[in-house]
C-alpha cells in the first residue's frame, strides 16, 4: 500500500493490487490492510480443499446414499449416454446431479468461513448482540449443517 501512495506501482495486475486499488464514492480505500489480509487468506484456505477434494467428498456421500447414486447414475445415463464424456453443455439438463452436487457443498463446502462483513449498526441476531463495526465471520459448515438453517 505504501508503494501505491508512493506512485512506485502502478499497475492492476493481481488480486492484492486490485483488493489494494479498491475505493468507495470519496476516492478513500473501501478496504483496511486488516480486511485486505482477511480477503487473502480466505482465498488462500479456499484453495486448501480444492475442487478435487469437493469431488471426493460428494462421491463418498454418494456411495453412502446408493439410491441417490443410482439416481444420478441414470439421469447421466439418459441425458449424456455411455459413448461421450459430459460436456459443459450438458449441465443445464442434469438437475438431479446439481442437486447432489449443491448439496454436498452444504455439507463440505469448500472454504470453512464466509468472507469477513461489518455490521452497519447494532443489531442483535441468533441472540447474539453484534455492536456496530463489528467483523462478523461466519462458519459454512455450521450454516449447512444446522438444520434451524
Not at 4 to 12: A, N, R
Not at 127 to 145: A, K, T
Request: proline share 6%; net charge positive.
Amino acid at each position: 500500500m505504501e508503494m501505491w501512495k508512493l506512485g512506485l506501482k502502478s499497475e492492476d495486475n493481481d488480486i492484492l493490487v486490485i483488493l489494494i486499488n479498491l475505493k468507495n464514492s470519496q476516492n478513500r480505500p473501501l478496504l483496511s490492510i486488516r480486511e485486505i489480509k482477511a480477503v487473502i487468506l480466505e482465498m488462500m484456505l479456499a484453495t486448501i480443499d480444492n475442487p478435487s477434494n469437493a469431488l471426493k467428498w460428494t462421491m463418498a456421500e454418494m456411495i453412502n446414499k446408493p439410491d441417490i447414486l443410482a439416481k444420478a447414475c441414470e439421469e447421466l445415463d439418459r441425458v449424456i449416454g455411455k459413448n461421450r464424456l459430459v460436456q459443459e453443455s450438458d449441465l443445464s439438463k442434469l438437475n438431479y446431479v446439481k442437486a447432489c452436487l449443491k448439496e454436498s457443498f452444504r455439507i463440505h463446502p469448500v472454504s470453512p468461513f464466509t468472507l469477513p462483513h461489518i455490521s452497519s449498526k447494532n443489531i442483535v441476531m441468533g441472540g447474539h448482540f453484534i455492536p456496530n463495526g463489528s467483523h462478523v465471520v461466519l462458519s459454512r459448515p455450521g450454516l449447512g449443517r444446522n438444520p434451524r438453517i
